[in-house]
């Protein structure tokens, strides 16, 4: 399952420090806005301490993530929908991700250049937010006028979406975004081919440092506070000196470490593991999906070919040692077409 985050933001607010802490890809981070002008594009490993322990019992050749795709594009500034700072052509680049990484800044630096020349989160948030909003507006009334004439006919899946539509135009004019409009599933899957921006679930992410003083964030989204240049520090270092370095900063975990969890569940993931000699694997499915569908993520052939599957809880099959023992336990279950996968089930997929 291909998964990808688009990071926005204004310029200079950390966004390419960031990225670049995240993919360990070096990319340009320049003090002056529109530097990024094509998207940079980093797949990152979700971070799965299951893996490892599960490792450690089947003694697999080879550990396989599941990952995420991060997408970075330039600085955007106020008149962004309107083009200005090339803001069209940026927003088109993450209009087919699954999510929103906005990047907020917070911190002070005099070196640092802010595109407004005040430090300001929640009007900086706004800005960026109203950009979305305004571009998302251009396409719903692009789409609305022409689906107006094709409902003229009678069409009733035209003149669904022109109600849709409607009441879209009208939330959007009012500055709200479409994620906060209640809307049915039937509704959000109608509108699914426009890609919205506003549509898809949004991360926060607070570029802080040490000075910050705490701010009151009651935002449309999950808030992460992260000081993208400390993260940058971590990330240049080995695994090993990373973990003893998290540990002296008192954390249980980095800050991106937390971001790509974050961005994984904001998008309704679960994910389910496979182990044996060959390889130890973790896998992504949508939260609520069956057995099938979990075995189809591994080969589409196997959705139709499904006869049953083997499932343990990974912490189960740790305990007993290992696979064999867990079946002398009676711990593997067997699992037919109507089970709903759990996040951290250990499957084994039997296929005609």
């Known amino acids: 399952m291909s998964l990808s985050i688009g990071i926005v933001g204004l310029p200079n607010v950390g966004k390419s420090t960031l990225f670049n802490a995240l993919t360990k890809k070096q990319v340009e981070a320049s003090n002056y806005p529109f530097c990024t002008i094509d998207p940079n594009v980093g797949v990152v490993k979700v971070p799965d301490e299951r893996l490892a322990k599960l490792a450690e019992m089947s003694k697999p050749k080879k550990i396989i ?38 990047v907020v800044r917070e911190f002070k630096d005099k070196e640092v250049i802010h595109v407004n020349n005040k430090i300001d989160p929640i009007g900086d948030k706004e800005t960026i937010n109203i950009e979305l909003i305004f571009a998302d507006l251009a396409i719903a009334q692009k789409r609305l006028e022409r689906i107006t004439r094709d409902a003229k006919s009678g069409d009733k899946k035209a003149i669904a979406l022109k109600n849709i539509l409607e009441k879209i135009v009208q939330e959007l004019s009012a500055g709200v975004a479409i994620r906060e409009i209640d809307l049915s599933n039937e509704e959000k899957e109608q509108i699914k081919d426009l890609c919205f921006l506003t549509a898809k679930p949004i991360i926060y992410v607070l570029n802080a440092d040490e000075k910050t003083q705490e ?16 993260e940058s520090e971590i990330a ?22 937390k971001l790509i969890k974050e961005a994984y569940e904001s998008l309704g993931l679960i994910t389910f593991l496979t182990t044996g000699p060959d390889e130890t694997r973790a896998w992504t499915v949508k939260q609520g999906a069956k057995a099938p569908q979990g075995a189809g993520v591994i080969h589409t052939d196997f959705v139709k070919g499904f006869i049953r599957a083997e499932v343990i809880n990974w912490q189960k099959l740790i305990k007993a040692g290992s696979e064999a023992k867990a079946r002398e336990l009676g711990l593997i279950r067997t699992e037919g077409k109507d089970y709903v996968i759990q996040d951290g089930d250990v499957c084994n997929f039997l296929v005609a």
């Open 215 to 230: 701010i009151e964030t009651k935002w449309d989204g999950k808030v992460i506070k992260i000081n993208a240049m400390l």
């Open 65 to 102: 993530s599941t990952t995420i795709e991060f997408v970075d594009i330039a600085g955007l500034v106020k008149g962004a929908h309107l083009g200005e700072g090339l803001g069209n052509k940026f927003l088109a680049h993450i209009r087919e991700c699954d999510a929103i990484c906005e």
């Open 236 to 257: 240049s270092l080995s695994e090993d000196e990373q973990a003893e370095y998290i540990k002296e900063l008192g954390l249980k975990q980095s800050g991106l470490d």
